[in-house]
């Protein structure tokens, strides 16, 4: 006993000589947090508990964690609120746009951190991902070089539909034999092959791009990792997402080939190019997949510490080593931002009718939608991952009748819903497995 009371009270010395040092305000006064019942329950993020504070949800399964991040969102809105983690830096989550915007957007200083490098460094080592100043802005010049507009095109042009074509005989395969396929797995083994063509296979490939920009080899290849397991595991993973959604909507399925269809034609040949796979020529199928990444972000959350101190728009002093945490899981299910059903799939709220009376791919600022990240570290491989989605998307949808494989059910007979199972990024639970048919056209 006498040692657990021992234990109690280093425990409530450590946790308020942090809330001494933690020095977050907001216009001189504390924020909305966790500490030890001196504020009343609404104050406080849900599920709040004295000394260890927010800490157990960091424990959480993944999806149990988002979850959490999106009743916050729905209990503080846009307002700073402040987490309290035994081991953490003092810590906020945002999720205003305003505040995202100044944090993206000073990119000196919020950085990656310490706090973040050395628990990622076995997964990311000197690679982009896990770097700041003069080793990021290397790498981010080679990366440049690397998806450039002509490497694009060489990917739409040849490249996709070359794996494409192997990706169908693989399916058309299966659905002769009425087997199951892991979809999931389908499309790791898809982006897994663009990606290695693109790293060695072209002229300005992504090792000769590294190279030609760094000298040390360790660098390299650290670089090539991030580069290659980044563009391959995301973009995987948001069409696993996207192909789960289209499963659960088939009304989706039936406005996606509608657009289809009066492109090409009914029972035509599809033949897709860089030209045809742009967000103005299939502005539905970018929504779907645009959709999806709102719902399911493929990093769900995302952590910066500041260098010195400084204010965020909405009045909130963070001191040195503070870390900031926003959640676009969270925000994508913000109905301060997404306004009317933010919970439903519904891709039409991507579009928008342009001056020809024609409907066209709307927008979204990064800081309302920073899937992409944003700022100085906008996402380099964005456009690929666009390309490589509505390609697919059109493609497997114009030919493919998918049917889900539902393992679970719930109190009333409905298939439960699928969830992330745990990673830095979001892939799924189990996989996807679904029963695949041809499409029967009448040419």
Known sequence: MRTLILVAA?????????????????HGQKLPCVPLGSYHLHHRPPNTLPILGNGIWFLQARHKLLDWFTRCERRFGFETFEISVPSLPPGVVINDPKNLEYVLKHDELFIKGEFFKTRSWDLFGNGIINSDGPLWRVQRKAGLRFFSNANLKTLADVYLPSFFAETKSYLDQRARENGVVDLENVLLEFTTRVMGRLAYDITGSLINSLIDEIEDPEVV???????????????AQSLTWSFYMLMRNPNVVDRLREELDGIFGPGREMKLSFDEIQPTSLPYAMAVFYETLRLFPPVPFELKQCTSPTTLPD??????????????WAMGRSARIWHDEPDSFRPERWLEEGHDG???FKTRTQYDFPVFNGGPRLCLGKKMAELQAVFVVAGLVREYDFEEVVVDKDGAGRPTERRSRNSLTLPMEGGLPCVVKRVIRSD
Not at 10 to 26: F, N, S
Not at 222 to 234: E, I, K, P, V, Y
Not at 315 to 328: H, I
Request: overall charge positive; some cysteine; hydrophobic content about 50%.
């Open 10 to 26: 280093v425990l409530v010395a450590a946790w308020l000589a942090r809330a001494r040092r933690a020095g977050i305000r907001r």
């Open 221 to 235: 290849a650290d670089a090539a990792l991030n580069f290659l397991s980044a563009g391959r595991d995301t973009t």
């Open 315 to 328: 009045g909130t002093l963070l001191p040195r080593g503070a870390v900031v945490t926003w959640c676009p």
């Open 358 to 360: 024609a409907r066209q």
